[in-house]
């Protein structure tokens, strides 16, 4: 039987570091989030530091390197981010693949199992929402690969794609975790409506800004009533 999940427990804030300078401020943070996400892509050149600080972090951290095609930085090649990942992993308590990516990471993702490192795999999409059928496949494969959270973030410009992330949310029941924003004109709003549909994680940028359209600050965050 397929497990129902609950949408009464918060989602769990995750602080997104992308630079230098995140790193840093998160580094200083009194109240650091649930959550720590290291984006090894954009850090690829400053890997030695992050490395370094890590232990200062005092947080649970999700490591990901991100592929080209899904918005990863610096053009790495599969074997860069394999080793990046392969690099952090005994610091990590989640790791984050893309579904595309799944497959050839097959063997780093039974290793980071062996480590009770649990998986994200995870679908973006920069154009448009598909449908919910079509997320609801994409669900399924994420399954497939072991995946404990399905994370789906796709353009949301209008109340329609919102719409499409909605019904997905709330007509789906997976054997897996939903983690589910929106990015663009409605982003913001989908990310506090998805949240409050049952979404697990909610992520928010380290920094005050962003370059990621529709993703807030972490003060935002809080501002809205999620995270400790």
Not at 29 to 43: Q, S
Not at 138 to 156: C, E, L, W
Request: glycine fraction near 6%; charged fraction near 30%.
């Amino acid at each position: 039987m397929m497990a129902r999940r609950s949408t009464k427990r918060r989602p769990r804030v995750v602080g997104v570091i992308a630079s230098r300078a995140d790193l840093e401020r998160a580094v200083r943070m009194r109240r650091p989030p649930d959550l720590f996400e290291l984006r090894l892509d954009r850090l690829a050149g400053m890997a030695d530091e992050v490395e370094k600080v890590l232990p200062r972090l005092r947080t649970p951290l999700i490591i990901t390197a991100r592929d080209p095609r899904e918005g990863g930085a610096n053009k790495l090649r599969l074997r860069q981010r394999r080793d990046l990942l392969a690099r952090f992993l005994n610091h990590a308590d989640y790791i984050d693949v893309e579904l595309r990516s799944a497959r050839a990471l097959r063997a780093l993702l039974a290793i980071a199992k062996t480590k009770k490192v649990r998986q994200i795999i995870s679908f973006h999409d920069f154009k448009s929402t598909p449908s919910a059928r079509i997320l609801a496949a994409k669900a399924r494969q994420a399954r497939s690969h072991g995946a404990d959270i399905f994370k789906v973030a796709t353009r949301t410009d209008t109340p329609m794609e919102l719409g499409r992330l909605l019904e997905f949310m709330t007509s789906s029941r997976w054997n897996v975790s939903l983690a589910v924003m929106g990015i663009g004109k409605l982003g913001a709003i989908s990310r506090v409506l998805l949240a409050r549909a049952g979404s697990v994680l909610i992520y928010a940028s380290v920094a005050a800004a962003t370059d990621v359209e529709g993703q807030m600050s972490l003060e935002q965050v809080r501002a809205l009533g999620f995270g400790p």
